[in-house]
């Protein structure tokens, strides 16, 4: 019972966030994601509805690291999403924390997103 309310809760700040929050082309939506095993973080512009980047701990690339969802990895991750968002000609987004707290690993993520030079 006491999970089930936690999962509807973190859904309602999803909806919450997401209501307010809208990526566009010149400006796409930052959305990371974090699960037991892995860290996923996407560039959407929600109009046309396409995926314009996406980076994560499964990437060929980034495999032989063995990242995991924690501070090191969310760095890395961070890190590596902000040089290839550059080199994609994305400078500005909207960060999307998908309803998590803006706290340890996002903030890590958003931190060394930032020095790689995404402005949001």
């Excluded at 037991?36 to 980076?55: E, F």
């Excluded at 690291?65 to 987004?93: C, E, H, Q």
Aim: net charge positive.
């Amino acid at each position: 019972m006491q999970l089930k309310k936690k999962q509807e809760l973190r859904q309602k700040r999803v909806w919450r966030v997401r209501h307010k929050i809208i990526g566009t082309a010149e400006r796409p939506r930052l959305c990371v994601s974090f699960t037991n095993a892995h860290i996923y973080a996407q560039a959407i512009d929600d109009i046309s509805g396409n995926t314009l980047l996406c980076v994560s701990t499964l990437a060929k690339d980034l495999r032989e690291d063995k990242l995991g969802p924690n501070m090191v990895g969310a760095t890395r991750i961070g890190s590596v999403f902000g040089d290839r968002a550059k080199s994609a000609g994305i400078v500005k987004v909207v960060f999307d924390r998908h309803g998590r707290r803006y706290h340890g690993c996002i903030k890590a993520f958003a931190d060394a997103a930032r020095a790689s030079g995404l402005e949001f």
